[in-house]
């Protein structure tokens, strides 16, 4: 266990360490390790800690500006997935019996083992996530508009507009349903515990309950800001694109902005590193619609969240000191 020097920051300072809510848990991600704190069902703390090798150190080309936002990204994705898959078996559905294994996982079992066997469904989550994803707020507003652009002939600019408006109201549909569903509630409220957590740490204060409830909830290095700065910067690129080409054909555009995802991705990451890092007028300003979006994906938390949130937070401080400094 982490010592009462490591509790917390000697001096304010920005922190590369990020967390993700899961159910009744949060993940932490630091430079060294990876942590997980459940609250299980009789009240006490399941703990899973694992140590970290990121892609940088072991492909340095990777972590170069533009390309490390894409590979971070996917890496974080795979991590999430694992985290909330450990936090839900702490939780069965009572009312239901067991299920008896399909072929299809004995097979796999059998023949790759049963961890070989959870990578890969842990991998096709997140296939399947980034498939859902992209289908939602990538492809679907391209397939409307050009329904749209069939019936009613559409100058590019216009099509352009459309599709992005389309685009962003798709979105805050989707946050607003989810904000109204009562098991992703509770999962909101660890979000808003691992936001407070980290601000009281970046603060400088010891990591107690009664330092971390006094902190804000919404933070500017957000998984929903990051989300909203892809769709916006997803529109500017499509527009400047599209713009110099005339590409009608609802396929086409599709292909594109598939193409597209990789630099949006890349230049989304870097600008959640600015805004992230520097705190001034500009940086507030630039973060503004991200930090409002997150009154639909953040929620307080009671003390109990918030003590899981620490002990996350604890488990994965480096034993060098600023090491996780951004």
């Given amino acids: 266990m982490p010592n009462e020097t490591k509790q917390s920051c000697a001096t304010a300072y920005k922190t590369m360490i990020g967390g993700q809510a899961l159910i009744e848990g949060i993940m932490m991600l630091g430079p060294e390790k990876k942590a997980v704190v459940v609250r299980k069902p009789d009240g006490g703390l399941e703990e899973q800690v694992e140590e970290r090798v990121l892609i940088k150190d072991k492909h340095p080309a990777l972590g170069l500006p533009l390309l490390r936002g894409v590979f971070n990204f996917c890496s974080s994705l795979a991590n999430g997935v694992k985290a909330l898959m450990y936090s839900a078996s702490f939780f069965p559905e009572d009312e239901e019996e067991p299920e008896e294994p399909s072929r299809f996982e004995l097979w796999l079992d059998r023949h790759l083992g049963s961890e070989k066997a959870a990578s890969f469904f842990i991998t096709m989550a997140v296939v399947l996530g980034i498939v859902f994803s992209v289908g939602l707020f990538i492809l679907l507003p391209t397939a409307l508009t050009?329904?749209?652009?069939?019936?009613?002939?559409?100058?590019?600019?216009?099509?352009?507009?459309?599709?992005?408006?389309?685009?962003?109201?798709?979105?805050?549909?989707?946050?607003?349903?989810?904000?109204?569903?009562?098991?992703?509630?509770?999962?909101?409220?660890?979000?808003?515990?691992?936001?407070?957590?980290?601000?009281?740490?970046?603060?400088?204060?010891?990591?107690?309950?009664?330092?971390?409830?006094?902190?804000?909830?919404?933070?500017?290095?957000?998984?929903?800001?990051?989300?909203?700065?892809?769709?916006?910067?997803?529109?500017?690129?499509?527009?400047?694109?599209?713009?110099?080409?005339?590409?009608?054909?609802?396929?086409?555009?599709?292909?594109?902005?598939?193409?597209?995802?990789?630099?949006?991705?890349?230049?989304?990451?870097?600008?959640?590193?600015?805004?992230?890092?520097?705190?001034?007028?500009?940086?507030?300003?630039?973060?503004?619609?991200?930090?409002?979006?997150?009154?639909?994906?953040?929620?307080?938390?009671?003390?109990?969240?918030?003590?899981?949130?620490?002990?996350?937070?604890?488990?994965?401080?480096?034993?060098?000191?600023?090491?996780?400094?951004?």
């Fill in 146 to 326: 050009g329904l749209v652009g069939l019936a009613v002939p559409l100058p590019m600019w216009l099509r352009n507009l459309l599709e992005g408006v389309v685009r962003i109201v798709i979105f805050m549909g989707y946050l607003m349903l989810c904000s109204h569903m009562k098991d992703i509630h509770r999962v909101f409220q660890y979000h808003g515990a691992e936001h407070k957590t980290i601000f009281c740490y970046e603060a400088g204060l010891p990591l107690t309950v009664e330092n971390a409830r006094i902190q804000p909830k919404h933070h500017p290095r957000c998984g929903t800001s990051f989300l909203f700065v892809v769709i916006i910067v997803s529109i500017l690129c499509s527009s400047v694109v599209f713009s110099y080409v005339n590409w009608q054909n609802i396929w086409v555009r599709i292909g594109m902005h598939l193409l597209l995802l990789i630099p949006v991705v890349g230049i989304t990451y870097e600008f959640n590193r600015l805004v992230g890092r520097h705190d001034n007028a500009l940086t507030r300003v630039l973060s503004a619609p991200g930090m409002w979006l997150q009154n639909f994906t953040v929620n307080e938390p009671d003390d109990s969240m918030l003590e899981v949130a620490i002990e996350a937070l604890k488990l994965v401080l480096p034993e060098e000191k600023g090491k996780d400094q951004w």
